[in-house]
Each structure stands twice: as C-alpha cells, then as structure tokens.
C-alpha cells in the first residue's frame, strides 16, 4: 500500500505524547481490529511502520497482551495517521457497495452523490 511503503517520507506528523487519549487495552484491542480488517494493511506491514515486533501485534489482535505500553502507542500513531492521511482507503465492502450501484451509469452517480451529500447533516450530529 502506497502509504505504509512511503510512511516515513510523507508529511503526516506524529501525534504528540501530551495529545495522547488513554486507551484500555480492550479498546485497543478493538481499534487494532478494526484497523487491520478495513484498511487492507497486513500486521507484518503495520509493525514495520510501527517498528513493533508483529508477533506483538498479533497477540494484541487475539487478546494475550495484557499491557498498553509504548508500544501501543506507536501502533495507535500509525492508525492515527493512515486515517487522517490522504491515502486512507475505504473498505473494499464498502468500494464493491459503491461499483455495484455505479455499474457504469452517469445518472447512477449522480444519485450516488446526491444521496451521500444529504446524510452529511445527519451523521454529523
């Protein structure tokens, strides 16, 4: 993923250690899933951009870590960043969604755009 290969040379800035959110290891746990399962990203290639071993990811992912260290907190940076970055991918269920409904018909996409524009006010609430 075009991303995580150019990581260390875009311009996403770390998240600073007094802006850090204290997390419990469950919600970590959740987010890391969550993560790893709509991004396409592999665990190999978050703990390289994390510089974490990916044995520790995937124990996070199952549940047998019971800390949240350091660590943690570069994995967070990196999710953090891959979202608010511009090369953040939506969910290949939600891109098939989108080409389902396109299948190559300009009105289609019109009604698409339409549709996305008027639940804006609704899911900002």
Not at 13 to 40: A, V, Y
Not at 45 to 62: F, G, M, T, Y
Not at 95 to 120: M, P, W
């Amino acid at each position: 993923m075009y991303f995580i290969e150019n990581y260390r040379y875009n311009k996403v800035k770390p998240i600073k250690k007094d802006k850090f959110i204290p997390m419990n290891l469950d919600s970590f746990k959740i987010e890391l899933q969550e993560f790893l399962s709509t991004s396409g990203i592999s665990q190999n290639q978050l703990a390289k951009e994390a510089r974490v071993p990916q044995s520790q990811i995937s124990d996070w992912n199952k549940g047998k870590i019971k800390r949240f260290g350091k660590n943690a907190r570069r994995v967070l940076n990196v999710i953090e960043n891959y979202r608010f970055s511009d090369e953040a991918t939506l969910p290949e269920d939600l891109q098939q969604a989108v080409r389902d409904f396109y299948g190559g018909k300009q009105e289609n996409c019109e009604l698409l755009k339409r549709l996305i524009t008027s639940l804006k006010p609704i899911i900002a609430k």
